[in-house]
């Protein structure tokens, strides 16, 4: 049986003889910046120069340096990151040929290498604890992430892991357990924003017998790697909140269901799962209490639409992942016909801290209506992008311009003034404008200002951005993830996306959008699952706040943003001195002119490349 205190004690004997702690970090962006290069480079070079350095904590070990990894740290944009402890140093966009130099400074002579720590607006920043990106957030699921090593089940328990299911298991029955989640508040964080303890409840009090606990972790959205990175970076969070979901609900079987496109997620929960196991905190009888709870991994071909739980579930008993009218609902009949409780990474990771801390404690930290915090990964046209935690009632502008730095214009330099939207729940969420910068995100104000939390995808757009274009490229998206199994989103969907593709191209008229709003109408009210009945959102919310670019693309053929190509032209002002260089540059011989004299431009010939602009040095062409 696993004894927690005891493993918590070898822990701390070995933390005890660490110098200095280096962790790399090894979420799937800084792994692809090359950031377990770095770890090797570590080891190799620390043995060159003769500093003890370890990379694995046992009691017997000397004095040391402890080198690990680590899920993702959030801060991508500035990977490869690299954390020294306790001095608490973060450095960024570390190279291999930076070791050396951070083991000589930072590690013999506790200095910091300043050229290596981030800079904004002129002032250098030493590590998490003042840098504005870490310190404006409020981290709970995610603050594990980054620091504790995700593939060593031992400091998970030394940090307090396992202590909550432990709890449950032992001193709690299972109607306590409902009691507390649906005092708490949580809510569903997979996009549905459903009261997870009356889900909980409703799979309860199903007569005893089989039932299971599916954990979703596909994750389909674009932009969206939330539920990844707290897969990668704390796999055992999630382990514990299916524990103690299982004994709530009286299952003793589970899965994780994870898109086989995240690897390294997979690879790190099955050694998770696989360490619980061996360590006896999954199997029969845990932690002595009689409750028993088996789990496996189990690997989804990656489709948007078993984010819906009842096509989850047809994935997961082998068949084609297609949704199926509710009722029933899968807490009275799901997997193979019993009881299932689904619920999302997220969810089941705050899951535990609601165990240690009380209801009342967690009801403390986001909005009434929305209590806790929500993870958010974070991109578009901001200074940093990457994954952030906030409390629920946080607005858009704080996490804009505070947590992320401001808005970046098309050079990558701060334009605050340049925002323009804000696309918020991937597919099924929808765009907000400037007027919603101080709105509370929460379930509730999201869904009346016409969109939602979703799984928490978040893309800020400038103004360079056609509001036209990003509606259609959600319902490109949406169309190619259609099961196909009802006509209102297989045939609707496309529908809408041939309307909008009229619009870009320039071939709409006045009878477009009438007929475009009828049908996103109609899918929204007659399509089989979620996924068909949110597929409208990005249209109608574009439509609803961005009207006017609409019917320039439609009544005056314009593009305003100068995305659409169809519908953009190039001019050549009276700045043209004639040095030829656009001439000379462009692939189809479409600009004509004597050397130092105006150019001008064949509309008919012109492919719209961009390239005469680009070449310009007088700012003398023009799109428009």
Not at 10 to 35: L, P, Q
Not at 84 to 109: A, C, F, H, Q, R
Request: charged residues 25%; positive net charge; glycine residues 12%.
């Amino acid at each position: 049986m696993i004894d927690l205190d005891k493993i918590t004690a070898s822990v701390e004997k070995s933390v005890a003889k660490i110098d200095k702690r280096i962790i790399i970090c090894a979420g799937t962006g800084c792994v692809a910046n090359g950031s377990l290069k770095i770890f090797e480079a570590f080891k190799e070079t620390a043995k060159e120069m003769g500093i003890n350095l370890i990379i694995e904590l046992k009691e017997e070990n000397d004095k040391a340096s402890l080198l690990s990894k680590s899920g993702c740290q959030g801060f991508c944009q500035m990977g490869p990151l690299v954390n020294v402890l306790p001095v608490g140093i973060l450095y960024n966009k570390v190279k291999v040929t930076d070791v050396k130099e951070i083991l000589e400074k930072s590690i013999k002579s506790g200095e910091i290498v300043e050229r290596l720590c981030y800079r904004g607006k002129g002032k250098a920043y030493k590590g998490q604890e003042d840098i504005p990106f870490y310190t404006k957030q409020h981290r709970m699921v995610l603050k594990q992430c980054g620091v504790i090593d995700p593939e060593n089940i031992d400091e998970y328990i030394y940090d307090g892991g396992y202590r909550a299911a432990k709890k449950a298991c032992i001193e709690m029955s299972d109607k306590e357990i409902c009691d507390l989640i649906s005092a708490s508040g949580l809510r569903g964080r997979g996009g549905g924003g459903f009261p997870s303890g009356r889900k909980w409840e409703a799979a309860r009090t199903q007569p005893k017998g089989k039932k299971y606990i599916i954990c979703n972790g596909d994750e389909g959205d674009p932009g969206a790697f939330m539920d990844r990175s707290v897969m990668e970076g704390n796999p055992h969070s999630v382990i514990e909140g299916m524990i103690i979901a299982s004994k709530a609900i009286g299952a003793d079987e589970g899965y994780v269901y994870v898109r086989t496109e995240y690897a390294l997620a997979v690879e790190r929960m099955k050694k998770a799962v696989a360490e619980a196991a061996k360590k006896g905190a999954l199997g029969k009888n845990i932690f002595g209490s009689g409750h028993s709870f088996t789990l496996y991994v189990m690997e989804g071909a990656g489709a948007f639409v078993c984010g819906e739980e009842t096509a989850l579930i047809a994935s997961v008993e082998g068949k084609r992942g297609m949704p199926s009218p509710k009722p029933p609902f899968p807490a009275q009949s799901g997997l193979w016909g019993k009881p299932t409780i689904i619920n999302n990474v997220e969810t089941l990771a705050t899951v535990p801290m609601i165990i240690n801390y009380g209801s009342e404690t967690f009801r403390k930290i986001g909005t009434e209506g929305s209590p806790g915090t929500k993870t958010f990964a974070l991109t578009g046209h901001v200074l940093n992008t990457g994954l952030i935690e906030v409390p629920f009632g946080t607005t858009l502008r704080h996490i804009i311009f505070d947590v992320s730095g401001g808005v970046t214009d098309e050079k990558g330099q701060i334009e605050d003034k340049n925002f323009k939207a804000v696309q918020i729940g991937g597919p099924s969420g929808g765009c907000l404008t400037e007027a919603h910068l101080d709105l509370p995100l929460d379930f509730d104000s999201l869904r009346k200002a016409g969109a939602m939390v979703g799984s928490g995808g978040l893309v800020v757009m400038n103004k360079n951005t056609c509001m036209v274009n990003v509606a259609k490229f959600f319902m490109q998206f949406t169309q190619n993830e259609s099961c196909g199994k009802c006509v209102l989103c297989r045939e609707g969907t496309r529908q809408m996306l041939m309307m909008l593709e009229d619009i870009t191209d320039g071939r709409a008229d006045e009878n477009t959008i009438p007929l475009l709003e009828s049908l996103a109408k109609a899918v929204q009210v007659g399509s089989l699952c979620a996924l068909g009945k949110t597929a409208p959102n990005p249209v109608l919310s574009t439509l609803k706040y961005f009207r006017d670019e609409y019917d320039a693309h439609i009544k005056e053929k314009r593009c305003p943003a100068g995305e659409c190509v169809n519908l953009i032209n190039y001019s050549i002002s009276d700045k043209c001195i004639g040095c030829t260089a656009c001439a000379m540059k462009c692939p189809v011989k479409a600009i004509k002119g004597e050397r130092k004299q105006k150019h001008i431009i064949d509309i008919a010939s012109c492919i719209k490349c961009g390239v005469c602009m680009d070449v310009c040095k007088f700012k003398a062409v023009a799109r428009g």
